[in-house]
């Protein structure tokens, strides 16, 4: 039993079959008693990200729609939902000072760096940061994350 906080980049590997989906499938098993966090702009994040691939997978509006609604019944019984604060922007902000990030990433960074402090402070177990793009991976590392990327599995 661990603690996760989950990117865009690696939710929407639950609902897609590609690289990742199994490993991302199991680790969201509510049996496997895993305490999972996503950041509340993943709730827009995952919806954009569906509506992409499914134009590029040429997937049916129908289709799309079950996955958006399977998304959004999972962020109400699976995910714990980390709300963006004015702190957690703040922290963006000077993050994006550090390093060469998106405005998303750089929230959803902040977000999981937000989520380890209180962890920490709480002497709680850190969470790990799942996510799938390489250049946010690099900069999770950098401010001392402890990673996995579902691409790996």
Known sequence: MGSYFLDTSAIVKRYFPEPGNAWIVTLCDPTQGHKLYISQAALVEVIAATCRKAREQNIAVNERDILIDRFRQDTQRIYGIRLVTNAVYISAGNLCRSHALRTYDSVQLAGALALRDKALANQAPVPTFVCADINLIKFA?????????????
């Open 141 to 153: 590392l950098a401010e001392g994350l402890s990673v996995e990327n579902p691409n790996n599995y």
